[in-house]
């Protein structure tokens, strides 16, 4: 921070620095490892932790009632992320631990395992390099209440929890037509999900436990522990419905595992409203500012204030508008630099509209550290934005306004007199539609991680609910290959 200088200015750089690479996160992380740990030298540990990979890897829990479908969408999830998998088998006859042999005799008596048992075991498995490194993913468990409150209590925590549900008859259904191959453990259905080689259709097995009353039984047991296992997981569950195919069901919970859990680390919004003429870009940054106590920036009113204070870049942009000439880059960045640094901006976060106007501005703004990490695009038809604009009107009188559709004047005296503003004309409306259209793709393609375009042609309040979502929703993770 510059203290020779007021208003007080911060450089940007340091919020976007922390941003970018996950500081608060990482701290975040830490401070949840020393509580869950209670290492006996605190500071040691600390250091340790950092000395560590701190990637924020998956850490995914699938769950669901018999035959739902938990292992065909764990090998997608799988092959799509890279996560290790973990399986009550595998980690039972894998791990060398004493507990292990009599975990393997619970669960061929298909008895919930205790946690004195399950918990060592689980916790030697996950601290395995693998997956430290790429993640896991559990499928299956926990079974009971008590498992998940004594995950949590060892630091066994994940980052989302799917569970997926179909109606008892479509999974009695299922049971009939599933199959397991002897040799891999893979799970098939002779329908909907049947192994594409030959020589692996043959040797399919259908299990003894995969008849109808035997899968009637263990549903009844998942009902009967379901509830107060999601209880323990609210903020990171999701009920997916799996009646339906297989790549649907995969595609809604990979789009949830691409949400990010919100996190108590501090967030300070940057938003960028971008939107043509009449879009509602005043209105909308207005009611995210009152609610969220953001700093309003509008660019048209930076100019006129800079103008009346007589501010050297004020004088300067005055010269080129009252010669009837847009301003040039240079004056306005400095202007919304002035105005973004400021501690206000800084501290509580801002809401920017009317700037950038092009790609060069987009650019110079990151290169300094005023990155946005939230950019709306109001889309509007071109015959909306005409309703809206063209039909205004002002009383030379009263100064009230009117709408010849929305708010009507009460009297033809009134609608006789209303004066419309050389802006509002359709002609005008149309040279700043085609301005903003010709920059507004190059913008977008510059932001593209964090742009998000909404449907501004409704209520302005149903407009201000879909852009609140996305401001109090961390960003969803984009991964390197589109699904």
């Not at 992380?29 to 340790?48: A, S, Y």
């Amino acid at each position: 921070m510059d203290a020779t200088k007021r208003p007080l200015q911060i450089p940007p750089s340091f919020s976007t620095y922390a941003e970018k690479h996950d500081i608060f996160q990482l701290l975040e992380r830490l401070l949840q490892k020393i509580i869950i740990t209670q290492p006996d030298d605190p500071l040691t540990f600390m250091v340790d932790f950092m000395k560590q990979d701190n990637n924020d890897v998956d850490k995914i829990i699938v769950q669901g009632p018999p035959v739902s479908g938990k292992r065909q969408i764990s090998k997608m999830i799988i092959q799509k992320l890279g996560v290790v998998h973990v399986t009550l088998q595998k980690l039972f006859y894998d791990s060398s631990l004493p507990e292990a042999k009599k975990a393997i005799e619970y669960l061929h008596e298909n008895e919930h395992i205790p946690v004195n048992i399950l918990i060592p075991i689980l916790e030697d498995r996950l601290k395995m390099v693998d997956c430290q490194t790429k993640g896991w993913l559990l499928e299956g468990f926990p079974q009971t209440r008590e498992q998940a409150l004594a995950m949590q209590v060892a630091g066994i925590m994940p980052k989302h929890f799917v569970l997926l549900d179909a109606p008892d008859p479509v999974l009695i259904e299922r049971c009939l037509g599933k199959r397991v191959d002897p040799l891999t453990g893979d799970v098939y259905h002779i329908l909907f999900y049947p192994p594409d080689d030959a020589i692996v259709a043959d040797r399919l097995e259908q299990q003894h436990n995969y008849n109808t009353d035997e899968v009637s039984t263990r549903m009844a047991i998942f009902q009967r522990h379901i509830d107060g296992i999601v209880e323990c997981y609210g903020k990171v569950f999701k009920k997916i419905n799996a009646d339906q195919p297989i790549g649907d069901v995969f595609a809604q919970v990979h789009n949830f595992l691409c949400t990010k859990p919100k996190s108590n680390a501090p967030f300070t919004p940057r938003i960028v409203l971008l939107g043509p003429t009449g879009s509602g870009k005043s209105t909308q940054a207005e009611l995210l500012s009152k609610k969220y106590q953001l700093i309003n920036v509008c660019v048209d009113s930076l100019v006129k204030e800079a103008i009346v204070k007589q501010s050297k870049v004020g004088n300067g942009i005055k010269l080129y508008l009252d010669r009837g000439v847009a301003a040039p880059d240079a004056l306005m960045f400095q202007l919304v630099k002035e105005r973004l640094c400021q501690l206000d901006c800084v501290k509580k976060g801002w809401i920017l509209h009317g700037y950038p106007r092009t790609r060069e501005q987009a650019v110079r703004m990151t290169e300094i550290g005023l990155e946005p990490n939230r950019v709306y695009v109001l889309d509007i038809p071109t015959d909306s934005i005409l309703e809206r604009l063209s039909l205004r009107g002002t009383d030379p009188i009263t100064g009230d306004r009117y709408h010849m559709h929305y708010n009507p004047p009460g009297t033809n005296e009134i609608a006789s007199r209303l004066r419309t503003h050389p802006d509002d004309t359709e002609e005008a409306i149309m040279k700043r539609l085609t301005a903003y259209q010709i920059f507004v793709d190059d913008i977008c393609d510059f932001y593209e991680n964090t742009v998000k375009h909404i449907n501004a042609d409704q209520d302005p309040h149903t407009i201000f609910e879909s852009l609140e979502a996305g401001v109090v929703s961390p960003l969803p993770i984009r991964p390197d290959t589109p699904f």
